[in-house]
Each structure stands twice: as structure tokens, then as C-alpha cells.
């Protein structure tokens, strides 16, 4: 089924899409907001398959398969593995010059197509080049970057902006703390629904904050960094809710307060403000950049975690000093 799809069909930027003559066979949609991607791609099925005026319509027999994900001249990969896999490839050509079977046209898309084998890549290239009339091949990228140049200048390519808060907000309206949600998502569906889904956001979230309130002595850096990391997996979001706050820390220093996002906790992030230079939170901001980027690598979380604590005080006393 298409998920938040009323969201979507509203959404400017797909509106934009659908109205613009389609003029290419093959498109590439890209951002790392995976459940906004699929369905984004879903819902353009939609409109590509609709058999009516004022596509998509939604009522036609057409926009109800599609919304069900059973028209079965929609093609999903990959259809065994995670990763699409040559075979998936060699399924989609062979495919792909049978006559439709309830409409004029075929479309294929291909989810999670930046983690794809290089030789997938290749063997799509052919098609590209050269695809059957009538027929729409939809590539799903969260990295333009693990795309094959030649497969890219093959397709229209188009980068999804992030939602805005009120996109969100309709997607998570029955949660708890939605507003502290949408602030810390900034836009991004899969996170929004994560965080509504973890019943410990609330609580990282709130003991984030009371590290920056209270933490003033490496003595106390254990004591913290135990409370904050609770499941060494965690550390992701305890990550992006430091990286929230510090961002709006910084547009505070720099009097740009309007700009901030975590408007519910705005008094206590101004307290903290007072504590820092703009420079010295710069360079925290880039430290979790580090750290996330250290993530990646299997890095320890506990030493990670102790590790950012540490320079945040490092940083604050070198602010007092100056
Ligand atoms: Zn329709």
C-alpha cells in the first residue's frame, strides 16, 4: 500500500512534477529519506498509469491498484534480496518488451537502486539507452554518488526537498510530543516515524538537554554519558538531537532566533547559549559531523559518546576563559 500518500499527492514538489510535459523514459528521484522516497515514486506510478483527466485521479480502476500496489503492470525490484541484483535486472529486461497486460503503459521501479551491484548498474545501461515505448523506469537513490555517471545522464533527475513541518506533522498527528518530533526530523519522514515508534525518544531527548543544563566537571562526564546511552544504539539520535540543539544554540548567539526550530525549549537553549561563543559552537556542531562519520566505521558508542561530552566541556571552558 502507498503510505502517506494523501501527504504526498498534496506535496508542491510532486504536484510541480505532474504537471510538467513527461519528456523522459527514466527518472531518478534521490534523498536519504527512504519512506518519503518509495512512496514518492509510488504515488508517480500513479499518476503515469491513471486513465483519466486530471491524473491521478484516484477513483479510476488504475489509481485504486496502484494505491493497493497491485496494477500489474507496476514492477517493483528488488523482489528477493534487499539490494537490487543482476537477476532482478535480467527479470525487468525480459519483461520489459511484453505488451501491458490492463493498461498502455509499464512502469518499473527499482528501490534502493544506489546500494546496487556495479554489474546491475551495467546491465541496466542497455535499457536506458534505448527503452521500449510506453514504458517508465523509476530509479530510487539515497546516494547520487554510488550511481554509474553513464546511468545518470541517462535519467531525469530529480532531488526530493525535505517535507515541511506541517507535511510531518499530518504524518505523525496522532503521537505524543509530535512538536518535539517534527523538530528534531527537520523533514525527514523515515526519522519522524522512527522517533514516534521509540518509546525512548522522549526520554534521550530530554536527558540531551539536561547534560547541557547540568554537565560542568569531567567528573561528572561518566554520570552523563551512562544516562545517555542507555542501548549503544541510541547513539544515532542522541547524535541528531545534540546537532539540533547546537544549531539553534548557534543561531541564538548570532541573533538569528527566529531560525531556530526547538521552539518548546527555546528559553532553556538560550540559558545554555550564554555559555559559548559562536565559534566554539561551530566547531561542536563539526565534531559530531566527525563522530557520525566514526559511527560509520563501528566505531565503540560508548567511547564516541564520552568522547563528544569531553569536548563540549573542553570547548565551554575555553569560552569561560576568554
Ligand atoms: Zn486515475
Do not use: W
Not at 17 to 41: G, H, M, P, Q, Y
Not at 154 to 159: A, Q
Amino acid at each position: 500500500m502507498i503510505e502517506f500518500e494523501s501527504i504526498i499527492l498534496n506535496n508542491s514538489q510532486f504536484k510541480e512534477l505532474c504537471r510538467e510535459e513527461i519528456n523522459s523514459n527514466a527518472f531518478l528521484f534521490e534523498t536519504t529519506d527512504k519512506v518519503f522516497l518509495t512512496n514518492f515514486s509510488y504515488c508517480f506510478a500513479k499518476f503515469l498509469l491513471c486513465e483519466r483527466e486530471n491524473k491521478p485521479c484516484g477513483i479510476c480502476e488504475s489509481c485504486k491498484k496502484v494505491s493497493l500496489l497491485s496494477h500489474s503492470d507496476l514492477i517493483i525490484y528488488p523482489q528477493t534480496h534487499k539490494n537490487i541484483l543482476v537477476e532482478d535486472i535480467k527479470n525487468l529486461i525480459d519483461n520489459i518488451y511484453l505488451a501491458p497486460l490492463e493498461s498502455n503503459k509499464k512502469v518499473f521501479i527499482l528501490n534502493n537502486f544506489s546500494s546496487s551491484t556495479i554489474q546491475a548498474q551495467n546491465k541496466l545501461l542497455k535499457i536506458l539507452e534505448e527503452p521500449p515505448k510506453n514504458t517508465y523506469i523509476i530509479l530510487n537513490v539515497t546516494n547520487t554518488n554510488k550511481v554509474l555517471p553513464t546511468v545518470l545522464s541517462r535519467c531525469k533527475k530529480i532531488r526530493l526537498v525535505p517535507l515541511s513541518d506541517n507535511e510531518i506533522s499530518l504524518a505523525i498527528s496522532n503521537f505524543d510530543n509530535k512538536n518535539k518530533i517534527i523538530e528534531i526530523a527537520s523533514g525527514n519522514l523515515t526519522n519522524a516515524i522512527s522517533y514516534s515508534s521509540d518509546k525512548n525518544f522522549i526520554k534521550i531527548y530530554n536527558n540531551c538537554l539536561k547534560t547541557l543544563q547540568e554537565m560542568s566537571d569531567s567528573k561528572l562526564l561518566i554520570k552523563y554519558s551512562s544516562m545517555l546511552l542507555e542501548k549503544k544504539e541510541d547513539i544515532n539520535i542522541i547524535l541528531i538531537i545534540f546537532e539540533s540543539f547546537f544549531r539553534d544554540i548557534l543561531l541564538i548567539r548570532l541573533k538569528k532566533e527566529e531560525l531556530t526550530k526547538n521552539k518548546e525549549i527555546l528559553n532553556y537553549l538560550k540559558e545554555i547559549s550564554s555559555e559559548y561563543t559562536s565559534s566554539s559552537v561551530d566547531l561542536i556542531i563539526k565534531k559530531i559531523y566527525d563522530i557520525e562519520k566514526q559511527l560509520e566505521y563501528n566505531c565503540n558508542a560508548t567511547f564516541l559518546v564520552d568522547n563528544l561530552l569531553l569536548y563540549i566541556l573542553e570547548v565551554k571552558y575555553l569560552c569561560k576563559k576568554e
